[in-house]
């Protein structure tokens, strides 16, 4: 069955402090890869994005993320987390052949002073 | 602002009652899609449309939802005898552009339903 796996729920991290949220995905072939956060009582903004290329992605507010093929990973990380980067962050991934997106359980972060 | 947006914003109901969610999409655009998000959980794929066609609809909608798209513009999704399980944020989501295989899906902000 096609999933994705965010094996942590929650997340707390020092502001100032690096970050790297896990997500990995159940195909064979490459699907089409996405970061979304949302914020309490919030939509869902798009951080980023792979489609082919470069495996190292960058996106919106210094987040970025690298595809690992031969883990089914595709790990977001950030350098230096703010204070407003508190928020809940997906996961999604695109099967071939399909248009629907498919989304982990999501990873809550929080982040301290 | 991804252009999407979503009416009304918050629908309390009681059970038994039906409901009807409007998105109105990025304009120009021929993709359409529906999500249910529960608390504590990602979002699930309910259906999608290309122009007025109905093109997927996902196990989760049950024969008590229906949507639609007239003229390939809005959409409404409608949910007939609610139950409380059908509490959910009900989000909808449109592409950047029009027929592509690379296309990103940008959300609205979600209608939040609450069917006591």
């Keep these: 069955a096609q999933s994705v796996t965010q094996p942590d729920i929650h997340i707390t991290v020092s502001e100032g402090a690096s970050l790297e949220l896990r997500c990995n995905y159940s195909y064979g072939a490459t699907p089409y890869l996405f970061w979304y956060v949302q914020s309490p009582g919030q939509g869902l903004q798009l951080l980023l994005k792979y489609f082919s290329g470069d495996t190292l992605v960058q996106g919106i507010k210094g987040f970025e993320a690298e595809f690992k093929r031969s883990q089914s990973s595709f790990n977001l990380r950030k350098p230096s987390v703010h204070w407003s980067d508190a928020a809940e962050y997906f996961c999604a991934v695109e099967y071939p052949g399909r248009r629907a997106l498919t989304f982990g359980s999501g990873t809550r972060l929080q982040v301290q002073p | ?116």
């Design chain 2, 1 to 116: 602002d991804t252009g999407v947006s979503q009416n009304p914003r918050h629908k309390i109901t009681k059970r038994g009652q039906n409901v009807t969610f409007r998105c109105d999409p990025i304009s120009e655009h021929n993709r359409l899609y529906w999500y249910r998000q529960t608390l504590g959980q990602g979002p699930e794929f309910l259906t999608y449309f290309q122009n007025e066609a109905q093109l997927e609809k996902s196990r989760l909608l049950s024969d008590r939802f229906s949507a639609e798209r007239p003229k390939g513009s809005f959409s409404t999704l409608e949910i007939q005898r609610t139950e409380q399980g059908d509490s959910a944020m009900y989000l909808c989501a449109s592409p950047s552009r029009g027929a592509s295989s690379t296309d990103t899906q940008y959300f609205g902000p979600g209608t939040r339903l609450t069917v006591l």
